[in-house]
Structure formats: structure tokens, C-alpha cells
């Protein structure tokens, strides 16, 4: 399943609505391009809320020094079919992300999001249980 870690300034947000309005979308988001046919072919479309995992960390604006008002990074299994056309997957989530910050909130010396792609190596499984 695919886990986002955002970077994000801790004052970032005007309002509690507002931060899950953001992580609704960012969710949204890596659902919709992650999605992708597995080792057998067979399609997986992936539910925002049940399988993207959203990890916020929130950082010291003043003291802090990224390139980038947020700074995400998306893990996940490098299938064939997704990675095929990762770079494109990779730019339509950024795309997304950047439309949803507002321009008030990105200094001119900075972009508004960067976001890298992990693959998660031969070897590493994930399981959940439901209690």
C-alpha cells in the first residue's frame, strides 16, 4: 500500500477543516496515480482512506530550510505497470499537491511542493490486521 510522509511548516494551516480538507486530497491524490495492475495483471484501485497511509510531519518554518514550502514522499512497491510511467504518476501527484496550496502561502524563492517516489525492496512485505 502506498504511505506519504509530508513535510509541512507546523503553522501551515488556518484551521482543523482546513488540514483535512489537505490530507483528504493528498489521499486522494496518491490513491488515484499509485493505482496500478499487480504481478498478475490484475487492476488495483486503491480506496484513499483504507490503503494511503498520510504521515504528517510538521516542521520549524523559522528554523528549517527546504526547498520547498512541503516536501513529500511517497513509498511504495515498484510494480511494473506503475512503474512504467512513474515519473508521469510521480508529476501528476505534485501537480495536485501544488494546485491545493495557496500562492499566499509559498515564498517566491521557493516551489510549493517537491515530491520523491521510494520503492519498497524485494524482501519487504506488509500486513495488516483489523482488530
Known amino acids: ?32 496515480h499509485m493505482s496500478c495492475k499487480n504481478a498478475k495483471g490484475k487492476f488495483i484501485e486503491f480506496d484513499p482512506v483504507k490503503h494511503v497511509d498520510l504521515i ?34 510521480v508529476q501528476a501527484v505534485a501537480d495536485d499537491i501544488g494546485r491545493m496550496v495557496p500562492d499566499t502561502r509559498v515564498p517566491k524563492s521557493m516551489d510549493a511542493v517537491s515530491v520523491t517516489f521510494l520503492v519498497k525492496g524485494e524482501g519487504c512485505w506488509a500486513v495488516n490486521q483489523t482488530a
Open 1 to 32: 500500500m502506498p504511505k506519504i510522509d509530508i513535510d509541512i511548516p507546523d503553522d501551515f494551516f488556518e484551521s482543523a477543516d482546513e488540514r483535512e480538507t489537505f490530507f483528504d486530497g493528498v489521499q486522494e491524490s496518491v490513491a488515484r
Open 56 to 89: 504528517p510531519r510538521p516542521y520549524d518554518a523559522v528554523t528549517a530550510r527546504p526547498t520547498a514550502v512541503l516536501l513529500a514522499t511517497i513509498t511504495t512497491y515498484a510494480l511494473p505497470d506503475r512503474m512504467a510511467n512513474i515519473n508521469e504518476r
